[in-house]
């Protein structure tokens, strides 16, 4: 729960009221509770009694050190306060979105074949197991497996549970992810048998030591989970002995698994020939969003969809083009 009473200066009431309104309508806010706690120490400490633009500025310049694209969202956020409170108050201040830096461009995610992913596998047994990290191996496996197979985000892997999979409907329990939605998502027999082989091995390994309730357990007697650091090098250690990097030399983001998932998922109902329209609104549901607009984000046009895509429409259309091919027996 995000502490409402640490707001003192003359704005902590509309920022409470704001913060609370945009909760009702299912969003965390956690971040934004903090750009709001920012500015709201500011405003105490210099005893204003309101938000001005030169309140504004001199706020904002006491973030001139960090990223554009940090100070663009740090901006947004009070603007979009603003415009909540104007709702009541008509003469409030509202900043110009034309002072705000430049968007950020993200890099685009990298699609993962299914070569490399099979590498990645591969590779995981050769991470070094000590002993605090004793299933160090076979955890990374059932995390690129979950990422891949099942499209998670990053956090909803760390914060899965043993309890959360349920061994006779073969589904995962996704609890209070993103926009506050649980799901229930079915995993595919290949990954049904890789987490039920990571829950033996883990359940052999607790005979002699106490665990925690994490699934990707990371063996330590001091925690319980793997912190979002240790997972990421980790998995860069993977990156690394296969040599996978992005076009621009970076390596891949761990969320570019979840990209690869909604692409590969897509490229397979290509060429299964099924209905697509039909069966997007259930890749979305499966992937946690609230609506179709949030999947389509991912849904990449990458060379072999642009392939699978010119077949469909060759087979469909070649008689009313006319370019079904003429079959003559080979002369020779």
Same mark, same amino acid.
């Given at each position: 729960m995000l502490?409402?009473? !640490? +707001?003192?200066?003359?704005?902590?009431?509309?920022? =409470?009221?704001?913060?609370?309104?945009? &909760? #009702? @309508?299912?969003? =965390?806010?956690?971040? *934004?509770?903090?750009?709001?706690?920012?500015?709201?120490?500011?405003?105490?400490?210099?005893? #204003?009694?309101? @938000?001005?633009?030169?309140?504004?500025?001199?706020?904002?310049?006491?973030? /001139?050190?960090?990223?554009?694209?940090?100070r663009r969202a740090n901006m947004r956020t009070v603007r979009a306060f603003s415009l909540y409170r104007r709702r009541s108050e008509p003469d409030c201040y509202v900043p110009d979105p034309s002072l705000f830096p430049p968007e950020h461009i993200r890099r685009p995610p990298y699609i993962f074949s299914e070569a490399e992913i $099979? !590498?990645?596998?591969?590779?995981?047994?050769?991470?070094?197991?000590? $002993?605090?990290?004793?299933?160090?191996?076979?955890?990374?496996?059932l995390a690129l497996v979950l990422l891949y197979c099942a499209g998670l985000r990053f956090g909803e892997l760390l914060r899965l549970e043993v309890g959360d999979y349920d061994p006779a409907e073969r589904v995962l329990h996704i609890?209070?992810? /993103? +926009?506050? /939605?649980?799901?229930?998502?079915?995993?595919?027999?290949?990954?049904? $048998? *890789? %987490? *039920? &082989?990571?829950?033996?091995? !883990?359940?052999?390994?607790?005979?002699?030591? *106490?665990?925690? /309730?994490? %699934?990707?357990?990371?063996?330590? &007697? &001091?925690?319980?989970?793997?912190?979002?650091?240790?997972?990421?090098? #980790?998995?860069?250690?993977?990156?690394?002995r296969e040599g996978i990097r992005s076009p621009d030399g970076h390596r891949p983001t761990i969320h570019s698994l979840r990209h690869t998932f909604a692409v590969h998922v897509l490229l397979r109902w290509y060429h299964s020939g099924v209905e697509l329209q039909s069966r997007l609104p259930q890749l979305a549901i499966y992937m946690g969003h609230v609506s =179709?607009?949030?999947?389509?984000?991912?849904?990449?046009?990458?060379?072999?969809?642009?392939s699978a895509v010119s077949a469909r429409f060759a087979s469909h259309s070649a008689n009313l083009l006319g370019t079904q091919e003429n079959t003559t027996e080979d002369p020779s």
């Open positions: 502490d409402m009473s !640490r +707001f003192s200066s003359a704005l902590a009431a509309p920022m =409470i009221r704001f913060l609370r309104h945009k &909760q #009702a @309508l299912g969003r =965390i806010y956690k971040a *934004e509770y903090f750009r709001l706690r920012s500015l709201d120490r500011f405003l105490a400490q210099g005893g #204003a009694s309101d @938000l001005d633009a030169a309140a504004f500025l001199s706020w904002c310049e006491t973030n /001139k050190h960090v990223a554009s694209g940090v $099979s !590498r990645l596998l591969d590779r995981t047994l050769e991470l070094r197991r000590v $002993s605090h990290t004793p299933l160090r191996p076979e955890a990374m496996r609890r209070t992810s /993103k +926009f506050h /939605k649980s799901r229930k998502i079915p995993l595919s027999i290949d990954a049904v $048998s *890789e %987490l *039920e &082989q990571y829950l033996a091995a !883990r359940h052999r390994l607790c005979r002699r030591r *106490e665990v925690g /309730k994490r %699934l990707l357990w990371n063996g330590s &007697q &001091q925690g319980d989970g793997y912190s979002r650091g240790r997972f990421r090098l #980790a998995m860069w250690q993977l990156l690394d =179709i607009v949030s999947t389509e984000k991912y849904l990449h046009f990458v060379a072999d969809l642009v």
